[in-house]
Every structure is written in C-alpha cells, then in structure tokens.
C-alpha cells in the first residue's frame, strides 16, 4: 500500500482527540595582507592593492554565506524513505506550502512498512514540524514540499493571526502566544491542538478540540506548536 492516502494514527471521537489525527492537520570573510616597501607611488600603489583586497573580500565572504545557509535549508526531499542516521540527522524539520493535504509523513521504528512499526504520522494541510528522534530508524515522506531543518529556538517576528487551514505554527516564532479567535466555523471540521513538542505523539497533546461555531484558544507562552485544520482564520484578541 503506497504512502499517500494512508491515516494518521488514532481517531477523533466527539471533541477529544485519542491519538494523532490526520485532520489537517530554517561566515566570515578575510582582509588582504600585504606589505609594501618604499615610498611614493611605488608605495601608493600597494596601499591602493591591499584596499582592493580588503573591499572585495566582504562580498565574496557574503556570497559564500549566503551559498552555506542556501544549502543548509534544503534538509532532504519532500518524497522518498530516508534512513535516519545516514540519510537524515536526528532534528526537527519544517516542509511548508503543502496546499491540498496529500502530504503525508511517517517516523518508523524500523522499516518493516508493518503497523506496529509507526511512531507517528500525518496527512498534512498546510505547514508541518516534525522532530526525529535518534531512536528512530526510518522517515518516510510522500508529496510533501522539501524539508529544512529548523534550530532548537524559536527565532522569527510571531504574527498574531493564522490561517485557519495553515497546518502547524511555531509558538514564538511563526505566531504569538496569546488567546485566539476564530468564528463562523460551521460543520465540525475546525480542529485545533496545542502540543508541547514536534514529535506528534498522545503524550505531546496539551490540549485539543473539535469546533463548531466560535472557537477561542489560549496558547501559552511555554507551548511548542499550535495545530490548526478546516478552521476559520484566527485572530488574537487577547
């Protein structure tokens, strides 16, 4: 059975979630050195070539950085089976722009492709974070958009509203903690989850819901993430 189309882990049964649901829901330059002997324009002329030198290397030194942190964002593709270890490096990773929800991402305890092997997955709408565990031993992505790998601090300008459908939000970098707002959700569709971690597990859910109507969430200054899938945008009001 391919990946795509696979459930998440668990089930929704009335508002709380048991399991994970499958709802929705990333230096330096080096001055010239040089010596010059004598005097006048002999002298001139080497002081004007170590100028030179001192004025170029800071954009190649640009350039180069540039070229590092370009290389550094693009962790590993968005489709495939990677062994951690060898193929990926134990972390948290983010794959954004995921529009349709046929993303869909799996951690294994082994590659045996069996149940019983799964340590959480997704189906993912939107933005997803996943943290990969040393203990694990194989990632699997499928239709996904590129992963890159994430620092251990939140870093960023957290905004104060969110799509409703937008997947997984950093909590102090991507959105602000505060208490949230989101109206006119109409059929049970809107979910919502608070988790103290990426590794989407039952133990990383804080808190979690099934809305109908108004929903309001108050995400805390010390949560990891805030889930958001099938909800109306959101907007801080406190």
């Known amino acids: 059975m391919g990946m795509k189309g696979k459930v998440a882990l668990g089930a929704v049964v009335g508002v709380v979630v048991i399991g994970v649901v499958s709802a929705n829901a990333g230096d330096s330059g080096s001055g010239g050195d040089g010596s010059s002997g004598g005097s006048g324009k002999g002298s001139s002329a080497s002081a004007e070539r170590e100028a030179g030198t001192k004025k170029s290397d800071p954009g190649s030194a640009k350039g180069s950085a540039k070229a590092e942190v370009a290389e550094k964002k693009a962790a590993f593709s968005g489709d495939g089976d990677f062994q951690v270890g060898s193929d990926i490096k134990p972390g948290t990773y ?94 049970d569709s809107c979910y919502w989850e608070r988790t103290k971690d990426a590794e989407h597990g039952i133990d990383s859910i804080l808190a979690n819901d099934n809305a109908n109507g108004t929903a309001v969430v108050r995400i805390g200054a010390s949560d990891g993430y805030f889930k958001t899938a099938g909800c109306k945008d959101w907007k801080k009001t406190g």
Do not use: Q
């Open 94 to 187: 983010r794959t954004t722009g995921n529009t349709d929800g046929l993303c869909y991402w799996e951690r294994a305890k082994d590659a045996s492709g069996e149940v019983d092997s799964l340590l959480a997955n997704d189906n993912v709408t939107g933005t997803s974070y996943v943290t990969v565990k040393s203990g694990d031993k194989l990632f699997k992505s499928s239709d996904c958009h590129d992963w890159e790998a994430v620092g251990a601090k939140a870093k960023g300008s957290p905004a104060t509203r969110m799509s409703g459908d937008g997947g997984m939000f950093r909590v102090g970098a991507d959105i602000a903690p505060g208490t949230y707002r989101s109206t006119g959700n109409t059929d």
